[in-house]
């Protein structure tokens, strides 16, 4: 089985920025994403990548997020700028129909 770790959440002010890294245990040379559930709502699609790396991202977040990949590390990022209090939310990523354990992202003054 797929193991995937995420890590880099935190809390951060209005305007600030993180970096969330996902390790998997095997190739990262396939169809990857990053998801997000808040409080009380469904798990959302935040970015995807191909396996050609093509990325597409959800309108919410376009021009202040940003998924990379490393396939040497077999580490995928998303780097998340410009953060706003609706960004809040457990970050998922997903590989092989595998989740991480998610990280808490809070973003509050």
């Known amino acids: 089985q797929v193991q995937l770790v995420e890590s880099g959440g935190g809390l951060v002010q209005p305007g600030g920025s993180l970096r969330l890294s996902c390790a998997v245990s095997r190739s990262i040379f396939v169809a990857m994403g990053w998801y997000r559930q808040a409080p009380g709502k469904q798990r959302e699609l935040v970015a995807t990548?191909?396996?050609?790396?093509?990325?597409n991202y959800a309108s919410s977040v376009k021009g202040r997020f940003t998924l990379s990949r490393d396939n040497a590390k077999n580490t995928m990022y998303l780097q998340m700028n410009s953060l706003k209090p609706e960004d809040t939310a457990v970050y998922y990523c997903?590989?092989?129909?595998?989740w991480g354990q998610g990280t808490q992202v809070t973003v509050s003054s």
């Open positions: 997903n590989a092989y129909e595998n």
């Open positions: 990548i191909t396996r050609d790396g093509n990325s």
